[in-house]
């Protein structure tokens, strides 16, 4: 897609391959969230645009969740929003409301609220897709 076509090819990103995270790659999970959110919000006339890329970016942070102990672990779950959002920055050029979106995607486990639709649709997206793999792997 030509939405995305700028976050697929950035090797920083595409390091989410080489980490795990609900049985599968966090690169294959956020493909997914991505995939889903865009086909809602076209299918009911959202800012798709804004969901696909956010919905790839809502979990662009490379810290291996495997190998930390549980209290890192669970810092990690409330804090990696703001990591996501501070590597995606990094690299792209972000609206406000993709920026809202990647923060607000963990609520309500990350206390932000989603204040858009697309925040919202992202948000459930993600819990499914969560869900999903994780019952899956199984």
Known sequence: MKITKD??????????????????????????????????????????????????????????NQKLNIFTRIKVLFT???????NSKKYFDLSKKEEQIILSHMFPVGLRLPLSREAWIVCIIDDIASIYERIKRR
């Open 80 to 86: 990696h929003p703001k990591l996501a959002l501070a």
């Open 7 to 64: 976050i697929l090819s950035n090797k920083e990103f595409l390091k989410l391959k080489d980490f795990k995270h609900h049985g599968i790659t966090r690169l294959d999970h956020v493909s997914r969230v991505s995939k889903l959110s865009y086909k809602y919000c076209k299918k009911h006339k959202l800012d798709y645009k804004a969901a696909a890329r956010a919905g790839l970016l809502h979990d662009f942070f490379l810290v291996n």
